[in-house]
Structures are given as C-alpha cells and as structure tokens.
C-alpha cells in the first residue's frame, strides 16, 4: 500500500533529434523529430531492415525538449520556427538546413526568444571564469569609489585554453559596458574574439566590428547597440609616416570613449626589448609587423585613447608581474597546473577539463660523435642555433654542418648506429626516441620542429626529402617561414591542406616563429625544440601550442553529445638538456606566487608536467632537487646525471 505514495518518476526523456540519411539523393536535408527515449533507439526503429557495414545515417543534434520553468515543446514547436525564418520544409519532417541552425531553433523555442542571429552556442562559464570575471568586477568597483580620475586596470594571467573572449564578454555584459575596443599584438586571435561574439545566445544583439574582408564596418554599425571593435596596436596606434600624426581612416578610435579596453596577447607589446627575440629570424616585413612599427608607446598612460577602464589578458606576462606594474588586487591568475589540478580534481559528470591533454618534457643528451661541433655558450653547452645553422634559401639551403644533423635524424628515429648497439644491450630498457619507440610513434603523427632560421626551415626540408631519409616521405613536410608563407595566421591554410584527414595523415610543420601564437593546430601532438630561446615567455609559449585539445564528436555516429579525447598527452622533445631544465626552473617560480619555497614550485610544476631526461644511456625521471640543481649552479648535463641515479628509474618497458 505505501508504494501508492512514493510512486516512481517515470524515466521519460523529452528529446529533439535530427539526424541524416546517407543516400545520396538526402543530402543536403536533415530530419527533425521528437522522442521521450533516446535519439538511438527511435531512429533505429525507422531503419528497421538490419543492413552490413555502418547505419545508413547519422544523428547530428540531440537536445533536451524541456524548458527551464519544466513545461516542455516538441519537433512541430522547432519545424514551426525554422519555417518561420525562412528554411525550406521540403517534406515531413525533412528540412534542407544545417545542424548548427537546428540547434539556434531548439534554443529559440526553448527560451522563448527569436533567435534572429542564429546563435548555436549556449554553454556557461567555468568556475574559475566566474572568479575572474567576480575578482575584475570587485576592483573596477573599488577603483571608482576611490580614485575616479583614474581608470582601473586589471591582469589576467591565465594560461591558454582558459577562454578569455568568452569570460572578457561576460564581464563586458555584467559591467553594462557598450563600447569596448580589443586591441592585440597578434591579429590571428580575431576568429576566437569574433565567434563567441556572434554565436553564443549570451550576446544578442552585440556587434562585431573589424577590418577584415567581410567584415562590419565602424559607419556601418548600429551605435544605439553594443560593439566589440577588434584591431591591432599595428594598424589603430600606428602613425602615419608621412604625417607623424594619428592615420585619418582610425581617427574615430581616437575620439570614442570606450567602455573599456582590452589588451590582449599583452606581453608583446609590453616589452619591446623582447620583440627580436620574439620574432627573430623571420622575414623583415614579419619583424616589422610584429614589433609594431610606428608606435612609440605602449603604457595605457601614453595611449592617445580615452577609457573607463583596462584589462590586459597574457599567459606570461612574468616581467609586467616582476616590474610591480600590477599588485595582487590587480591580478587573476590562472596556470598550466591550476587547470591540470582542476581535471585531476573535477568529481561531477562531464569534466570540463578532461580533453586538455597533460604535458610531458623529454630531454636529450645527444652523443658526442653528434654534439661536438656545437658546444659553446656560458657554460660550454650544445647550442642549438650552431648546430641547426644554415646557409641559402628555397632549394639551395643546406645545413653548415649536415651530416651531424643528419645523424640527429638518424638517432630519433633510431637508427644512429652507435645508439643503436646499446639499445640492443638495453633491451627492453631502450630510451624511447621520437621516431622509434612504437608507443610514441603512434602518437605523434602531427609534429612542430622549431628552429632558429627561415634558412635552417628551408634545409631541414630539403634535407627530409633525401634518399636516405626514406622513412621521413611518409609525412607531408610544411615550411612556415619566409615571406612565401604569409603573415600571421595566413600561414595556417598550408599546414591544415597537408593534415587533411589528420586521424589518417602524417605530417612535420618547420617554422622558425610562424605559427607559434594565436592560432590553433588540434593535430600537433608533439613539439620539437631545435633552437635557442633565452626566456620561458617564449619557450612556454611556442610549447602550449600542442596542448591544444583534439577530440572527436559524435564518434560513432549516432551520440551527438559525446566526445572522443584523441589527444590525452602531448610532448615537448628538447636536446639542449641544460637549457630546458633552466626554463622548466625559472617558468615554474615565476608562475607559482603564492609559494616562497622554489623546490615546492618546482615540484607542483612537474607533478602535472613530468621531466624525463636521457643522459646517453637511460631514460629517468627528474625531480624537483635536481631541475633546482642545475638552474641555481649551472650545472652540466654531465654531472647533473649523478643527481638523476637517485631520481625515480622511468619505466619504459
């Protein structure tokens, strides 16, 4: 009788579906329909005829049919709406749109609002957006109360992957800000800005202003609605050279007082010192590109712009930190090992964090017989740039000393022969090189080589495609460098052309500097660094480049929801063994703040970046006592070895 009072919910799940049929004469159209089960079992049902191989369709969209007050809707609420703005009905249930205008039309209905524009992303803030965004409003509000006259101005350093257009919007929306102007160092970040604007339902009615083709003109913009205008310091802050006064066609962002400006990829135009290094070895007119000709400027003081108020968003703004420019109050910090500490942590479904692959250092110790014709430096290490010289361009580059680097070849793949001898000694303890070891192998289909030249990019390609490089034909070789391979993010088509079908293809992109920010690779798996790089900003930052998360939705088909991780680790391979352990030493202190103790740093660090170095003969792990070793003393790769015998053995059985 007592079960009459605590009857069971039923476990019906409201459900808008669509899917597509793979014959030929369907494509183009989607069906829309309703279910209380799961999009699986009903669009089974009308494909009742068991068949060999793969279902004839694909499930593209399942959304839930309920709205946030619990009333619920169905497919006829959605077909009603998409014939409404327009889409052709073409019979039933079919109707000749995309996935992505299926779901605007679920979130319309579901809302209750007319979705004009379209947006299909709804996905809310991570926590530690909302501590950002929480912490900025905080000050901005603190600011205003006790210095009016000065705009506020507030840091992000957070890490890539942290979704800072995104969160920026955010704060703009619960600012009440209308008027908010993004200028950056790097214009290939434009896509990230322009997309959350435009798609996501947060931001109706936001405009998105900029110069590229294609693009909303400033004249063109409706001022009575809010705008996000995106340039570069480049172009907006740049002087006319004729003149030496501000360009006539950008006078009006002289003249707007903005909301609030937003400085983004700041630790380039922060630090003009570091911008040969930054840049160096590309082409003049990238170098001038970068470094920002015709402006004088950069402190937010001296910038011919009035604002309400500043945020400024790097991932290594460690000298801006250093210099005292930003207190505390005006910091929000977000690093490599906070999100990683996060993933490890996260106890709900759906981790947020769960495809941001894990970071793995491998350092080698090459061989005398390979290293020798390159040691020098403060302390008589290898140098990478000597050793990776070369001379000419195009087809007529060729390395200065080819045959050691020839060898290098050899060994990580390898097959250097004096290598190869201890490895069979070794057995199954052989250090796992690159190129040789099976579990690396399949792995690291996608490759960045870093190297110190436009001409050491043009050798190494002609140097691959040799005959006894036979082994390297099966990847597609990419030069991004040189004037021939564009500015910026135009140098991105080339490398995504040679992947292809990247869960198929094989490819090794060499750049000495393209590439390395601002743009988004998922297929790099491994980065390989073979030059010099005397900071962790631009160590660091050309490394984060193959953390980019790589997954597959909707892998079978038939769950649109679901996700694939194709990318659970990635790799950072570095041979200047002395070099890497410095930055891991000096990246790792200067990120942490709120701890003193360098060794614990150090430690944290490494517990979600493992270090694992081969010192000619094994493969070990490093812990934190011995990167601090040689950072602090500058010790030698050779007698640091000591140091690793009590380090944890790696197995690599």
Not at 529 to 540: C, G, I, K, V
Not at 563 to 586: G, H, N, S, T
Request: aromatic share 12%; glycine share 6%; proline share 6%.
């Amino acid at each position: 009788m007592i079960k009459e009072f605590f009857p069971p919910r039923p476990e019906s799940r409201p459900t808008i579906y669509a899917y597509e049929d793979t014959n030929p004469q369907y494509a183009g159209l989607l069906k829309i329909g309703y279910t209380t089960t799961d999009a699986q079992s009903r669009v089974a049902q009308q494909y009742p005829t068991l068949r060999p191989g793969k279902p004839p369709y694909r499930i593209v969209l399942e959304e839930s049919a309920m709205r946030g007050d619990g009333s619920g809707f169905t497919d006829h609420d959605v077909h009603r709406y998409l014939r409404m703005i327009g889409i052709k009905n073409a019979k039933g249930e079919w109707f000749r749109c995309a996935a992505e205008q299926v779901k605007a039309a679920v979130i319309a209905v579901r809302t209750g609002q007319l979705n004009e524009e379209n947006r299909s992303l709804d996905f809310k803030m991570r926590p530690e957006q909302e501590a950002a965004v929480e912490k900025t409003i905080d000050y901005f509000k603190s600011c205003r109360k006790e210095n009016k006259s000065r705009p506020p101005h507030f840091l992000w350093n957070a890490k890539m992957r942290f979704g800072k257009t995104f969160a920026a919007y955010q704060l703009a929306k619960r600012m009440g800000w209308r008027k908010v102007l993004v200028l950056t160092f790097k214009p290939a970040v434009q896509s990230a800005w322009e997309e959350d604007l435009k798609c996501h339902v947060d931001f109706p009615g936001w405009q998105f202003i900029s110069k590229k083709i294609g693009g909303l003109p400033y004249n063109d913009a409706d001022k009575k609605k809010p705008f996000v205008c995106f340039g570069s310091f480049q172009d907006y802050l740049g002087k006319n050279p004729s003149t030496g006064g501000i360009k006539t066609k950008n006078e009006w962002v002289h003249t707007t007082n903005w909301d609030c400006v937003i400085l983004d990829e700041y630790h380039y135009g922060a630090w003009r010192e570091n911008a040969k290094e930054l840049f160096e070895a590309e082409d003049e007119k990238e170098v001038e590109f970068g470094k920002g000709e015709g402006i004088d400027i950069y402190d937010e003081d001296s910038l011919p712009i009035t604002t309400n108020g500043y945020l400024y968003l790097s991932g290594t703004p460690f000298r801006a930190i250093a210099s005292g420019e930003f207190i505390e109050e005006q910091i929000f910090n977000w690093t490599y090992s906070d999100e990683q500490r996060a993933k490890q942590d996260w106890k709900g479904e759906k981790n947020p964090y769960a495809a941001l692959p894990r970071m793995v250092m491998m350092t080698y110790q090459l061989p005398d017989a390979i290293r020798e014709i390159a040691m020098q430096g403060q302390y008589d290490e290898f140098d990478l740039n000597v050793f990776f010289s070369a001379e000419g361009l195009g087809d007529k580059a060729k390395f200065k000393y080819e045959n050691d680097v020839q060898k290098w070849l050899d060994l990580i793949r390898g097959s250097f022969m004096p290598t190869s001898v201890d490895n069979l000694k070794l057995g199954a303890q052989k250090p796992p090189m690159p190129f040789s070891d099976v579990r690396l192998l399949s792995v690291l289909s996608h490759t960045f080589w870093f190297l110190p030249s436009v001409a050491s990019c043009h050798a190494m390609s002609n140097l691959l495609k040799k005959k006894q490089n036979n082994f390297y034909h099966d990847y597609a070789v990419v030069v991004a460098a040189g004037s021939a391979a564009g500015i910026g993010a135009a140098a991105l088509p080339p490398v995504q052309e040679a992947m292809d079908e990247p869960l198929k293809s094989k490819t090794i992109t060499l750049s000495c500097g393209k590439l390395t920010t601002g743009v988004t690779v998922r297929p790099w798996t491994g980065i390989f660094m073979l030059r010099n790089s005397s900071t962790p900003e631009t160590y660091f930052q050309a490394a984060f480049r193959v953390q980019s998360p790589w997954t597959v939705k909707n892998p079978d088909g038939a769950t649109p929801n679901q996700e694939q991780i194709i990318k659970e680790e990635c790799y950072v391979f570095d041979f200047a063994p002395d070099r890497a352990l410095r930055q891991i030493a000096e990246y790792s202190c200067r990120l942490n703040v709120n701890e003193s103790n360098p060794e614990k740093k150090v430690e944290e660090f490494i517990s979600f970046l493992p270090v694992l170095a081969y010192d000619g003969s094994s493969m070990k792990q490093i812990d934190a006592a011995g990167i601090l070793d040689m950072a602090m003393s500058g010790t030698t790769a050779t007698l640091l070895a000591r140091r690793w015998e009590s380090a944890l053995l790696v197995n690599v059985a």
